[in-house]
């Protein structure tokens, strides 16, 4: 490996002379002195150079800096190398078609999607995919510490029969088959051998609208578990796994949160949770589902109400969710499932499911032929059970402000986007 | 949730009363005394009913059981559960298509796997999905530790470039694209922006041969490090993260490991290489790549001369490696790309790829059209780089001895199989 010191651990080497290397993020040639920034994974640091102007490499070119570390006020971040033998790596056929030094990336999104090899570079482009990972490894840690199990489960199906619509097409070896909307059929049956189940993994949507929410590929954290008495225990757990994520990104992307300027929420220790016929008297609504206007002002009032950023919506009709939700035995029509809300938009879907095979026959009218295969755990005994799905790309665009979730997406997918 | 204790924490109740969860493993009836076997995510516990045969649930119903904890000699793992009060939670509507109870499942492979999800509840057939669920924490923890980021990147990508063969097609929006068949460009390209990245997910091969170890789509491991002196850095990180690997492994799936009388292997400090020429001349063969043959008895050779199950393999031809690969400056024609031969088999591909643009249009003979959005990052300035890519279900099935990679993967796809 080169041997090396990262940049933000320069301060701990003052007065020694170190090796840094990364890409020149700016280079600045005055009459007699020269600066060159110098950008690696965690952070930038200046490079002093006095004297005529060397002949600096260019911006973007990888470079390799020893130096002598000097600590003092003026140096940014108060510590700077000097004093440099400077080595080029490797460098850039052409200047970039922005600069990365620049507070803000100076290009419309499009631009910087069709550049995103060279705009990630750029920190606050690159802020939002640290607090991604950090958000997944907290969704990994507080499920295994609640004895849940990772799956891997297949993204290529055989019926397109989950929700129909929206799916993309396969040829298969010749034969039609489709790209998993979820890996919801999978983590059910894996309820029946694990009990309690993850899966982090892509999940597909042949979405025609074009919108700031939506994508055709997007990131799913799923969770399913069983021996639950209904959907109220699946919303213990998503609440501690909310937690757990929120924790990670405190912990492992601060620096990132801080340089967007990020406000991460607080998870009150009970997430308030209203049923569905009583955020339609609040929003004077009579719809059988909840638009995006009344999500908002219920995200509003739970705020001003409670406190809270989070709101569960139980209850949700039966009607308005997928054949597999279990019905709420005390209310007909209603649902145990749930919707979980923030920041004006719903995060999470979840709820309890069916688990008797007699019950999914009966709510798929009998017409069990195409659900053979997913039917099959029901048939061989499956405990109560229920689980959640969110999105990473929207949890990540809520926690930033991100407007368009393409801004906090590596390389998005959508009905005009198939490169880079 | 439903208040209980695991089964593996009964002896740690010795004399209470407490509730356990789990599935009818076996019933046993017998004349003045019968058996229940519950089985829960934490293994087995038998359950003593005294008396008449009271009609217990049969297997794989879901109960659950209040009784008294009672440890003797005579008990399965010195624990029982006498006195019960079994409250059945669902009932299988039909009997499954073999003993679960049995020490194996008594039926062929292709039967097993059409009735996955329920064959996948015999401990043996769990086990090695709770061997993958370790080995990939324990990837991810050795590269966290060594300050990579987690990626999510595309699977659907708008051309069949990286090897062009073998590739799914899609509908995408009425225009054709392809199921990604690796994260390789994309993990270049993000290294680009964090230096060292991984990412666990699925990758896709339209494989049409029927072979016992290639499956339509598996779980790659990938990882991608910058500012490399050349692969055997790489090598080096390979090594840190299949100890990490096999330390998770016996941390965190010991029992399916006792279960499967699974043998770990010893990752030596450091691990034995031989370049190419070496294993030529070592097998006797001028052949430009390795056969199965010949590296079956190159991980004999390996053990033997070097007391190690794991071999490195470098320097292999510039014809046999993709054209990414960066050729080894002191041997023309042999390349700075390695295997990792384990228990007779190549388990991980990896090596140092070009990172100089120029170098990409001569590799590409100037055909760089196709390869534009790939070939962007290199134009921007890209640290000398390199990476691997580990099978997890090859990885699996070495582990655990399986002779057919379907065995260890829970819902395998292949040139026949599409559901469940």
Not at 28 to 34: I, N, T
Not at 42 to 48: K, M, R, S, Y
Not at 104 to 121: E, F
Request: proline share 8%; hydrophobic share 40%.
């Amino acid at each position: 490996m080169i041997s090396r010191v990262l940049t933000a651990e320069l301060a701990e080497h003052a007065g020694q002379r170190v090796t840094i290397a990364g890409w020149v993020h700016r280079r600045r040639q005055l009459k007699s002195v020269s600066f060159l920034v110098v950008r690696d994974r965690a952070g930038l640091a200046q490079v002093v150079v006095v004297g005529e102007p060397p002949g600096l490499p260019r911006e973007e070119s990888v470079v390799q800096v020893t130096g002598t570390v000097r600590t003092g006020p003026r140096a940014p971040g108060g510590v700077e190398l000097v004093e440099p033998e400077i080595e080029v790596l490797s460098e850039p056929s052409e200047a970039p078609p922005f600069d990365l030094y620049r507070p803000v990336v100076a290009a419309g999104l499009p631009t910087i999607l069709d550049h995103a090899p060279v705009a990630l570079r750029h920190p606050l482009l690159r802020a939002p995919l640290e607090i991604s990972a950090a958000s997944v490894a907290g969704f990994r840690q507080a499920l295994d510490g609640l004895g849940f199990t990772e799956i891997h489960t297949p993204k290529i199906v055989g019926s397109a029969t989950e929700s129909g619509a929206n799916v993309f097409g396969i040829d298969y070896f010749g034969r039609p088959a489709y790209l998993a909307q979820s890996p919801q059929f999978y983590k059910q049956a894996m309820v029946g051998v694990f009990e309690r189940v993850y899966e982090v993994g892509p999940v597909f949507r042949a979405e025609p609208h074009d919108t700031v929410r939506h994508l055709a590929q997007y990131t799913s954290l799923d969770a399913e578990l069983g021996f639950v008495r209904d959907h109220r225990d699946v919303m213990v757990v998503l609440r501690e796994v909310v937690a757990g994520m929120l924790e990670s990104v405190r912990g492992r992307a601060a620096a990132a949160v801080d340089l967007l300027g990020a406000v991460l929420p607080e998870v009150p220790s009970e997430i308030p949770a209203i049923h569905f016929t009583e955020a339609q008297k609040l929003t004077d609504s009579e719809e059988p589902d909840l638009s995006p206007a009344q999500e908002r002002w219920l995200c509003e009032w739970a705020v001003r109400e409670h406190g809270s950023e989070f709101l569960f919506v139980t209850g949700y009709p039966m009607e308005k969710r997928p054949f597999y939700t279990h019905p709420d035995p005390a209310r007909p029509g209603y649902s145990n499932g749930f919707d979980l809300l923030f920041r004006g938009l719903e995060l999470v879907t979840g709820g309890q499911r069916l688990h008797r095979y007699d019950d999914y026959v009966a709510a798929l009218d009998g017409d069990v032929a195409p659900y053979e295969g997913y039917l099959q755990a029901f048939r061989y005994g499956m405990p109560p059970h229920g689980g959640f799905a969110l999105g990473l790309e929207r949890w990540t665009a809520r926690l930033t402000g991100a407007a368009n979730i393409r801004q906090i997406t590596a390389f998005p997918r959508d009905l005009h986007r198939l490169s880079p």
